[in-house]
């Protein structure tokens, strides 16, 4: 599926990575500051490698001569703190990515993931006024609605306190199961890859490991 | 209540200021991202020149302005011979002064908001699909809104009171290019000028604050609409 070899440098920060992605849920655990963060941008194509490449399904989406910029990866990315439109909102966040694809593209409609996420009775609301695991709830809302080819998920609850984390796993355990959609969900916090995650892999000083 | 004289500088300030805002705004959006968003060797001589005739006497970028566009001068000389077009004297060249004035005034309030702006926001928009334009378009212009209509507002203020640069670029021409600060210039030189000058002197401080007045009220507004402020206050 997602096969990747990568070089990256900034500064004296110095990543490199080489590994197979299966489908489903790939855990990717390491310290802050052992460029988790950095491998997703890279994969998201935010940022550029130094060197290698990326290829998804056949696709080459990056390469010595070839780099697919990020609008056309079709690569759903949640942040951590969600990142979403603060002038617009709920459902208009929602379907951002949705409006920019053909009706062909559309995997998912938005009911289904109201219903999903149980954010329907949040939808005439700003970003502004949910609480935190509802602004995340959206952000994830967000991303499936774009029907990505791979979902990238940049610890989507490490800002969010224990009580919260435990109310928003389920739906994410819900939504690798309803959609089955390959997700890479990088996190410090163990637990959360022990109960999402098919396989889990290693990222320390910038070192991808299985 | 106010004389033809009067009158007619007052539109012509209105339609001075406003072409001036005008001229302002496209440019001074781009040089405002520009700044904020870009680092290059240029950055530094940009940013020197657009401040410049803030801290300049207002003279000096007048006399620049003459020197170029001039009918005499190197630009003026070939828009004339090429274009017929003349712009000293004229209310072009008033409208050209008062751009050129409050240029850095448009600029300094619209590169602070995209500065601001959460880089991550429109990484967010370009993973979901939105090309670059897109982005600029439907995340960050709207972001930076408040800023712009701040930089609006004093743009345009700054262009109502425009004098200096003026002056010595297309001088007070009754009707072409003398605007209320002018005209109140010049009523206060001539005797029996005192009661214009007053009327309009009054007149300039009630416009300039309906125009902070309207600024705050636009711009409470759109923080709102982006969420800067809860619902609940108002």
């Known amino acids: ?210 | 209540m106010f004389s033809p004289d009067e009158l007619t500088a007052l539109w012509l300030s209105a339609k001075i200021a406003s072409w001036a805002t005008l001229l302002c705004l496209p440019l001074g959006i781009a040089t405002g991202w520009w700044l904020a968003r870009r680092d290059s060797r240029g950055k530094l001589a940009v940013e020197v020149l657009v401040q410049l005739p803030m801290v300049l006497p207002p003279v000096v970028p007048g006399y620049v302005l003459l020197l170029l566009l001039g009918n005499q001068g190197l630009i003026g000389r070939w828009l004339n011979e090429s274009f017929g077009i003349t712009v000293a004297f004229t209310w072009k060249g008033a409208v050209l002064a008062s751009a050129v004035m409050a240029f850095p005034l448009m600029v300094q309030p619209v590169r602070l908001a995209f500065a601001m702006i959460d880089r991550r926001l429109e990484q967010a928009a370009t993973t979901l699909g939105a090309r670059p334009w897109r982005v600029f378009l439907s995340v960050t212009l709207p972001l930076a809104l408040p800023g712009i209509i701040a930089g609006l507002v004093l743009c345009f203020s700054r262009s109502l009171g425009e004098f200096g640069a003026t002056m010595a670029f297309v001088g007070s021409i009754p009707g072409e290019t003398r605007t209320v600060p002018l005209a109140i210039y010049g009523y206060t030189h001539v005797p029996g000028g005192e009661a214009a000058a007053e009327r309009l002197a009054i007149l300039s401080v009630a416009l300039a604050t309906a125009a902070l007045v309207a600024a705050h009220l636009i711009n409470r507004r759109a923080e709102r609409l982006l969420g800067y402020r809860p619902h609940a206050e108002h």
């Open chain 1, 1 to 210: 599926m997602l096969s990747i070899d990568l070089e990256f440098q900034r500064g004296t920060f110095r990543l490199q990575a080489q590994a197979d992605f299966g489908t489903g849920v790939t855990g990717i655990c390491g310290p802050s500051g052992s460029g988790k963060s950095t491998l997703l941008a890279l994969l998201a194509g935010l940022l550029k490698p130094r060197a290698g490449a990326i290829r998804f399904d056949g696709e080459t989406l990056c390469d010595a001569g070839r780099f697919v910029p990020p609008w056309q990866r079709h690569f759903g990315l949640v942040f951590q703190d969600g990142q979403l439109f603060p002038h617009m909102n709920v459902r208009d966040n929602l379907l951002y990515g949705y409006r920019r694809l053909e009706p062909a593209q559309r995997r998912f409609e938005l009911q289904p993931v109201l219903d999903l996420l149980e954010i329907g009775p949040l939808e005439a609301r700003r970003p502004s006024q949910l609480s935190g695991g509802e602004r995340q709830r959206v952000a994830l809302g967000r991303a499936l609605l774009y029907s990505p080819r791979l979902l990238l998920l940049d610890e989507p609850l490490s800002s969010l306190d224990e009580r919260l984390k435990q109310q928003i796993l389920p739906f994410l355990r819900r939504m690798k199961e309803e959609t089955r959609l390959p997700m890479l969900y990088v996190t410090h916090a163990t637990a959360e890859v022990e109960y999402l995650a098919d396989q889990v892999m290693r990222m320390e000083g910038g070192k991808l490991s299985a």
